[in-house]
């Protein structure tokens, strides 16, 4: 059982949210520990499930980094809060976020406050996030500036909530708070089978309504999007879960286009209007023409779009003007004469050094104060007293130049929070993170948030990042009925449809690419695989030495392994070393693993949960496996047979999992392609080359086209050329064979012309009689295809036919589908030319 040792060595000046000042426990956090006390295996159990259970579906995680490593971790202990607080905090943060809102409608409108001296001019015109271009003089104002709105909150020692930050431009968070409730009551079923914690649920339900409810007027069904930098964005799994909590497409500034005042995303089957965008990218790079010039991000025409009124944006564009803390000072009074209410929720004491009295009082009492920029980029605070003598009087001379710029502050001391380090119960401190949506007239908030251990010496550090441990907040509820109460929707009524066609270019783009990297990283897995095995028996063969021979030719063509070591002689020490070093090569299986990594990262919004972990975290873990076997052939043979299983279970995956629209048979299609081309150019390569090698050149096709069971049960072992290309090559109903292949490609791009109206042709018909032509040649006299070559001949001038005929239909394809522009003006190829 986990001791509660430490729990009351608090600092004397922090505010302790579990221990009262008689060292009682506080009543709204005696159910949660009892509930770590009664469980059978104590919590360590717990906590290493909830922890694996974040890393696959990638909140805590970078999927791009090949490592693994962890942004953030997880802490099981969530910070817990009575209700009658709770419900002073939440009238707190609505007033402020609808003062907040009233101050940005008035920057970006009359600007009011600026000519009545309510607010400093240098706050707007000298903050970065101004966006001067967002003015409304003579467009349509947003119907709502602040329809999503973060806050940071720190306990101080008198037991008093204050503010310690505003998030209004990407306020952050939300997301992961959703996802680690849901791991958290999966990992601890008891504590919310015993505890009345109120539910998160209805949060999202409002927001949904809230998204639809700012679309213009004149719209009475709008499309709604989540608007992202991409898949490098540090909160790109948030932007992924938003997307799918909230029912609405995941898209890139490249996805949309601006065209008279309309802002539309590009699919297949043209252009579909957007209404409303839940914004996730920095104000600045959200129009190259009016904001930043170098932005290959955002949209040009979207600043236009809103002047127009036909699209709106949470949050509004240029919002975060008022997250900066140099106007903390200034809110008290605002809230008197925009809402005539006094502040419920205080900020803390923040001096804008740009005042001279605020000035003046701060550098008489710098040394005990924290220093912080607040117009310009971000920047992390600056402990004064732990500065050296030269750096103390830099910053001096800094603060002298231009005191506008920065503020000052007292260093304070968050409250204390029950931690789990491994082993028991450690007090920590803890700053809360509470969420706000707009609803109708007012603003709702989560009955939850998210908690995080503050970094080094201050909780000013960082404030704009997620990362170190954080957890989940708790709201207790007055009783079960208010923990269960649903919430009241609207539904409105659409039209049933099938989507066909509606998918995003890039999508499909990307989903092309990324099954044929799927099927290349089988192939060539396949074909390390069988080189690896023979070299892995010991000592060489007449017969492997053939076989080896055939397979160091196959390995160059593919980039797989050095030139030199792939082509000297199967038992030399060169071969054996190339093969053995593979893992670590940067080119191959590397470059085709980075390929699926970086495309499955970007289109998490289009895969299943099972299909994220297995592209996600199983990924990782593949690619380590492999990188651990370099210079050992016995677990390179492993992490080939892992590589091949791990491609059986995402291929399957998007087989059972996957609507068999647009996206899919662009996967498929890929994935079709790339297959012929195997068969093309790897198992068939061998029998292009001397009769002499056939029988090798057999043992190879069957094997790498993984058919030779069916061989063995139809032929019973007798090797011959005519029977073995019929079922590589002609077998319609072999999945590894060409004809297989063709047919397929044939059938999705007729699927494809009529959902999107764009034809491309598939490869005649013509090769496959070629092809049967080459199989019944190699099914006559031995003597004439051993001794005359026409049926090596013929093989050979079909093969590099069909492979032609395939890279002119991938780019066929590319042209037609993948230009970035809307289908009815793309490319209408022929496909074969």
Known sequence: MESLRGLSSSPASAYDELVTGQKSIRYHWQGILSVIRSLPNGLGERVESARRQLEESGATVNLLDDRGAARWTFDPLPLVIAPDEWSRLEAGLIQRAKLLDRVLADVYGPQTLLKKKLLPPMLVHANRHFQRPARVTDGAAPRRYLGNYAVDLVRLGNGRWHVLADH??????????????????????????????????????????????????????????????????ATYFEHVYLSR????????????????????????????????????????????????????????????????????????????????????????????????????????????????????????????????????????????????????????????????????????????????DGQSLVPSAVVMRAFVVADHDTYHVLPGGLAREPDGDTALRSLNRLHGTLKDVWVLAEDAADVQLPTTRRFHQLAVERGTADLQSRVADNLFWLGRYIERLDNDARLLRTTAARVAQGAVGPRDAVELRLLGRLLDAANLMDHSSALAPPESALFQQGLSTVAADDRGLATVLDGIQRLTATMRDRFSIDMTTAAGPEMIEVRKRLLAARGNLDPLLAALDEIVRFVATLSGLAQENMTRGTGWRFLDLGRRIERALHVLTGALGPFTLSPIDWDAAMRLALELCDSTITYRTRYLGQLQPAPVLDLVILDDANPRGLV??????????????????????????????????????????????????????????????????????????????????????AVGSSGGD
């Open 168 to 233: 209004t431009e990407l306020p952050a968070g939300v997301g992961y708070a959703l996802e680690m409730r849901r791991v958290l009551a999966r990992s601890l079923p008891e504590a919310f089978r015993s505890i009345p914690v109120r539910h998160l649920r209805p949060f999202v339900d409002r927001w949904q309504e809230s998204l639809r409810s700012m679309a213009p007027a004149a719209v009475s069904q709008p499309n709604m999007a989540v608007l992202t930098p991409g898949s490098l964005s």
């Open 245 to 420: 909590v909230l029912g609405v497409p995941l898209v890139e500034g490249g996805d949309m286009v601006a065209r008279d005042g309309q802002v539309s995303i590009k699919t297949l089957a043209g252009l579909r209007p957007v209404h409303v965008l839940l914004r996730r990218l920095d104000s600045a790079f959200a129009d190259p023409l009016e904001m930043r010039a170098d932005s290959a991000l955002g949209v040009t025409g979207l600043v236009e779009a809103t002047r127009n009124g036909n699209i709106s944006l949470a949050n509004a564009l240029g919002s975060g003007v008022v997250e900066t803390p140099a106007i903390m000072p200034f809110l008290e009074r605002l809230s008197e004469h925009l809402l005539g209410e006094k502040l419920r929720m205080p900020s803390l004491d923040v001096w804008w050094l740009g005042e001279p009295a605020a000035l003046s009082f701060a550098m008489a009492n710098l040394d005990l104060m924290i220093v912080r920029p607040c117009l310009g980029q971000d920047r992390e605070p600056i402990v004064v007293g732990m500065l050296e003598p030269a750096e103390r009087a830099a910053l001096v001379e800094r603060i002298r130049a231009q005191p506008g710029q920065y503020v000052a502050q007292y260093p304070m001391t968050p409250s204390l929070t029950p931690k789990w």
């Open 740 to 825: 297989f292949q063709l047919r397929t490609i044939k059938g999705h791009l007729d699927y494809l012309a009529r959902a999107s109206g764009v034809r491309v042709a598939a490869p005649p018909d013509s090769l496959e009689v070629d092809l049967e032509a080459v199989v019944r040649q190699f099914g006559g006299d031995e003597q004439a295809w051993r001794h005359e070559g026409l049926a090596l001949a013929m093989l050979r001038d079909v093969a590099s036919d069909t492979e032609q005929q395939l890279d002119k239909l991938s780019e066929a394809i590319t042209r037609a589908y993948f230009s970035h522009v809307p289908a009815a003006q």
